[in-house]
């Protein structure tokens, strides 16, 4: 378990199990990795005719049960891969073995950076940059078996430093979005792993469901309000539905007086598969840009919809709202499509005539009603479902609980038993702030449904009779700083596409302007800083005198200083080491040589220590310059 290629591999293992977007396989592959190299290994053996068989059963099968649990199918030859290396864990391997399996790792690594997008990424790729030089720096050691070679491999801090060095180097001069076209969303409807919102749709017969804690989007501006993204005008009795039949508009250039009194938003997307086609808003949209989308329009219901939308490399839109718009203008035919309604319950007509007995202000009416359902009824998740028959009935005179979809519908029903044109609208509603006043995560949890009612003289009207003092909220501190530095993550560094190298290069040479004229106003300091610098690096260059009991080489250039002398002079007696052998390989043909115990001797020190860093004494100086002057001349010998 302490080598560095069985490291390697077990995270290899782990970023190809985390492709299923659980923590469940990953922690079967880590049992998997402790049993091959513990109480599993010498036991059972497999051949590599086997091995072949074991990694490519084991893609299939990740391809059926992916399709099956709804889970990701596109890195399934990986999976393949992870039951080949556990089935090489089990015996001793080849060198040339070894080095497939760091390849075969690699692989696995390269799945994880196409989707570890957030901050997994980071210990991912330092465990990288260790073990992988580590890895290779094992199999080099391992090729020569020596007692005096130690088994742990000395720590190098410089191919770390270059690995390091590269990425970075690689990340600034390649961003994302310069090697072609943007990818396409993965699903518009959604999965069972990013469901679409409209996937819940309301229906008064349900519970509703809870959705995770992952963060959809950030959104900064003043006076956010409930972000719109689907309206859902025609109910059955029993489920509301998005209408068939909608006029689309085009965002039209607004007027200065609009522009005046327009708040602008500005949007960061995180997980843009889920918003389907729509772009969530909390208001009347004057202006609309963006770069991961195509044919944005407003729809009949005020809602932004786009003709496509896919993964950019910075998912990004801005808009402005009019936080005071002209009314709509309410068509005859669509106040009867607005306040269309199966036949209710004679209970509940007359239940409503007597809550509202005596109103006949519309506003009113419907303020009384939403106050009515938000103070005498309950917010509740896993409620119990509703009587098909009259949900309505069973919610408002049995249950008087339920999710934010019952307390939606309701008080459309109600409002249009009343005769006023109502909707539901499915969106989100931002409740915690987060690093200032103006900016807002908004998580898949706050996934919400409140009601539109429609009056003459102000037009459309949000109304949420949802006890907001009741909803959920298990957000923390902690949860919120790691949200935000993650999202800070997707931002900066997953989002770093050609437009922000460039104004990171612009804003890198404005400080560079910028030190350079402060230097010429300064210049005192700056000599008294070079001066001071000058003097530390002499400090470390000039050489000072050595006692003659102190060598002026390294160990391992004198080791290395005396095997080549070896080796020169075995070549003037016929004795040539080609560029593939080893030390040990080469000194196996010379078991008929009678320099074969000398050119033991010298290859011993050599490895132990070019490769073992083992320091070379005095003593040990004077038996190899005696055995190479044996070699150089073997007739004296």
Not at 189 to 196: F, K, L, V, W, Y
Not at 623 to 628: C, Q, R, S, T, W
Request: proline share 6%.
């Amino acid at each position: 378990m302490k080598s560095a290629r069985n490291q390697l591999i077990l995270l290899g293992f782990l970023c190809q199990a985390l492709t299923w977007d659980d923590y469940f396989l990953p922690l079967i592959s880590i049992i998997l990795w402790i049993s091959c190299l513990t109480f599993l290994r010498g036991r059972i053996r497999f051949s590599i005719n086997v091995e072949c068989l074991l990694m490519v059963g084991g893609a299939f099968t990740a391809l059926g049960l992916g399709q099956l649990l709804g889970h990701n199918i596109q890195f399934f030859i990986g999976h393949g891969l992870t039951l080949m290396q556990a089935a090489r864990l089990l015996r001793p391997l080849t060198r040339r073995e070894k080095i497939y399996s760091i390849l075969m790792a690699a692989f696995q690594l390269g799945v994880g950076c196409t989707f570890l997008f957030d901050l997994r990424f980071i210990p991912v790729f330092l465990a990288l940059v260790v073990l992988l030089p580590k890895a290779f720096t094992e199999i080099e050691a391992e090729t020569f078996s020596l007692s005096t070679v130690p088994a742990k491999t000395p720590f190098s801090f410089k191919p770390i430093a270059f690995i390091f060095i590269i990425a970075v180097v690689f990340f600034l001069v390649f961003p994302r979005g310069l090697f072609g076209r943007a990818l396409p969303q993965l699903s518009g409807s959604g999965s069972q792993n990013s469901p679409s919102l409209l996937e819940d749709v309301v229906d008064p017969t349900r519970s509703g469901s809870v959705q995770s804690r992952r963060v959809l989007l950030q959104i900064q501006g003043e006076k956010i309000g409930l972000l719109r993204c689907y309206c859902l005008s025609d109910f059955d009795g029993l489920r509301w539905t998005a209408s068939a039949f909608q006029p689309f508009a085009a965002i039209e250039t607004p007027s200065p007086e609009a522009s005046s009194r327009s708040l602008s938003r500005l949007v960061h997307v995180k997980q843009v598969s889920y918003l389907g086609r729509v772009l969530p808003t909390d208001g009347r949209v004057i202006s609309l840009s963006g770069r991961f989308f195509r044919g944005p329009v407003r729809n009949g219901q005020d809602n932004i919809q786009c003709e496509s939308l896919w993964n950019s490399a910075n998912n990004t839109y801005e808009y402005n709202i009019d936080p005071t718009p002209e009314p709509d203008r309410m068509t005859k035919n669509l106040f009867q499509r607005m306040t269309r309604l199966p036949a209710q319950s004679d209970r509940l007509k007359n239940w409503l005539n007597d809550l509202v007995a005596g109103e006949t202000n519309k506003m009113k009416i419907a303020r009384q009603l939403e106050a009515y359902l938000r103070d005498n009824f309950k917010y509740a998740l896993g409620a119990p479902e509703l009587r098909r028959l009259n949900p309505v009935d069973d919610f408002v005179f049995n249950q008087k609980q339920g999710h934010c979809e019952r307390f939606a519908s309701t008080l459309a029903v109600l409002l249009r038993m009343e005769h006023i044109p109502a909707r539901v609208v499915i969106g989100y509603m931002p409740r915690r702030l987060n690093n200032s006043e103006n900016s807002c995560l908004v998580r898949f949890s706050d996934a919400h449904a409140w009601t539109e009612g429609y009056f003459q003289d102000t037009g459309w009207i949000p109304l949420d009779a949802t006890p907001a003092a009741s909803l959920p909220d298990d957000s923390s501190a902690l949860q919120d700083w790691w949200d935000t530095v993650d999202l800070a993550w997707n931002l900066h560094v997953v989002n770093f596409d050609g437009a922000t190298q460039h104004y990171l290069f612009k804003l890198s040479l404005q400080g560079f302007s910028t030190t350079i004229d402060w230097l010429k106003g300064n210049a005192l300091i700056p000599i008294a800083v070079i001066v001071v610098v000058i003097l530390i690096l002499a400090g470390f260059t000039i050489r000072w005198p050595k006692s003659s009991a102190r060598k002026t080489h390294p160990a391992q250039i004198i080791a290395a200083n005396y095997y080549g002398q070896m080796l020169r002079a075995l070549a003037r007696q016929g004795f040539h080491r080609q560029p593939q052998d080893t030390p040990m390989e080469f000194l196996q043909q010379l078991a008929t040589s009678p320099c074969r115990v000398d050119a033991q001797l010298i290859t011993q020190t050599f490895c132990a220590t070019r490769y073992g860093q083992q320091p070379l004494a005095p003593s040990r100086q004077i038996e190899i310059e005696k055995a190479l002057e044996r070699i150089k001349q073997p007739s004296q010998k």
